[in-house]
Protein backbone atom coordinates (compact mmCIF):
# COMPACT_ATOMS: atom_id res chain seq x y z
CA UNK A 1 0.00 0.00 0.00
CA UNK A 2 1.02 3.60 -0.89
CA UNK A 3 -0.11 6.74 1.29
CA UNK A 4 -0.19 9.65 -1.08
CA UNK A 5 -1.00 13.17 0.02
CA UNK A 6 -5.02 14.08 -0.46
CA UNK A 7 -6.63 17.60 0.25
CA UNK A 8 -9.20 16.36 2.51
CA UNK A 9 -7.99 13.77 4.53
CA UNK A 10 -4.18 14.35 5.05
CA UNK A 11 -3.36 10.90 3.49
CA UNK A 12 -4.71 8.44 0.80
CA UNK A 13 -4.17 4.63 1.37
CA UNK A 14 -3.96 3.13 -2.65
CA UNK A 15 -3.84 -0.84 -3.14
CA UNK A 16 -1.32 -1.38 -5.89
CA UNK A 17 -1.71 -4.89 -7.22
CA UNK A 18 -0.82 -7.60 -9.77
CA UNK A 19 -3.45 -10.05 -10.76
CA UNK A 20 -4.82 -12.45 -13.11
CA UNK A 21 -8.21 -12.52 -12.08
CA UNK A 22 -10.77 -9.64 -13.36
CA UNK A 23 -10.03 -6.84 -11.92
CA UNK A 24 -12.97 -5.29 -10.03
CA UNK A 25 -14.29 -8.79 -9.13
CA UNK A 26 -10.47 -8.73 -6.47
CA UNK A 27 -10.88 -5.19 -5.64
CA UNK A 28 -14.35 -6.71 -3.57
CA UNK A 29 -12.92 -9.59 -2.56
CA UNK A 30 -9.88 -7.10 -1.17
CA UNK A 31 -12.03 -4.95 0.21
CA UNK A 32 -14.25 -7.31 2.02
CA UNK A 33 -11.49 -9.05 3.35
CA UNK A 34 -9.78 -5.74 4.53
CA UNK A 35 -13.15 -4.59 6.44
CA UNK A 36 -13.69 -7.90 8.79
CA UNK A 37 -10.22 -7.46 9.79
CA UNK A 38 -8.88 -4.07 9.67
CA UNK A 39 -9.80 -0.97 11.42
CA UNK A 40 -11.76 1.84 8.84
CA UNK A 41 -9.01 3.90 8.68
CA UNK A 42 -7.07 1.33 7.47
CA UNK A 43 -8.56 0.07 4.69
CA UNK A 44 -7.37 1.02 1.03
CA UNK A 45 -9.69 3.72 -0.46
CA UNK A 46 -8.45 2.85 -3.93
CA UNK A 47 -7.61 0.04 -5.73
CA UNK A 48 -5.03 0.51 -8.70
CA UNK A 49 -3.86 -2.18 -10.76
CA UNK A 50 -0.37 -2.01 -12.00
CA UNK A 51 -2.37 -2.44 -15.78
CA UNK A 52 -4.00 0.89 -14.87
CA UNK A 53 -0.24 2.53 -14.91
CA UNK A 54 0.51 0.91 -17.61
CA UNK A 55 3.05 -1.39 -15.83
CA UNK A 56 3.54 -5.19 -16.44
CA UNK A 57 5.13 -5.54 -13.40
CA UNK A 58 6.28 -3.89 -10.29
CA UNK A 59 8.78 -1.32 -10.68
CA UNK A 60 11.89 -2.51 -8.88
CA UNK A 61 15.02 -1.43 -7.62
CA UNK A 62 18.57 -2.86 -8.17
CA UNK A 63 18.44 -5.28 -5.58
CA UNK A 64 14.97 -6.63 -6.34
CA UNK A 65 13.36 -4.62 -4.18
CA UNK A 66 9.52 -2.86 -4.82
CA UNK A 67 10.21 0.60 -5.70
CA UNK A 68 7.73 2.39 -3.73
CA UNK A 69 9.11 6.17 -4.68
CA UNK A 70 8.65 5.28 -8.34
CA UNK A 71 5.27 3.57 -7.83
CA UNK A 72 3.91 6.47 -5.77
CA UNK A 73 5.63 9.12 -8.81
CA UNK A 74 2.99 6.81 -10.86
CA UNK A 75 0.34 6.91 -8.73
CA UNK A 76 0.86 10.80 -8.65
CA UNK A 77 0.99 11.49 -12.13
CA UNK A 78 -2.19 9.83 -12.76
CA UNK A 79 -4.14 11.08 -10.32
CA UNK A 80 -2.83 14.58 -12.14
CA UNK A 81 -3.87 13.39 -15.65
CA UNK A 82 -7.66 11.89 -14.47
CA UNK A 83 -8.17 15.71 -12.59
CA UNK A 84 -6.93 17.53 -15.45
Not at 12 to 39: D, G, M, P
Request: hydrophobic share 40%; aromatic share 8%; net charge positive.
Amino acid sequence: MIGLDHAIWGKELVLVYSTCIEEKAQEALWHRIFSNHLSAAKIPQRYVSIRELGLEEFPRRPNGKLDKPALEALLVARTKNLCT
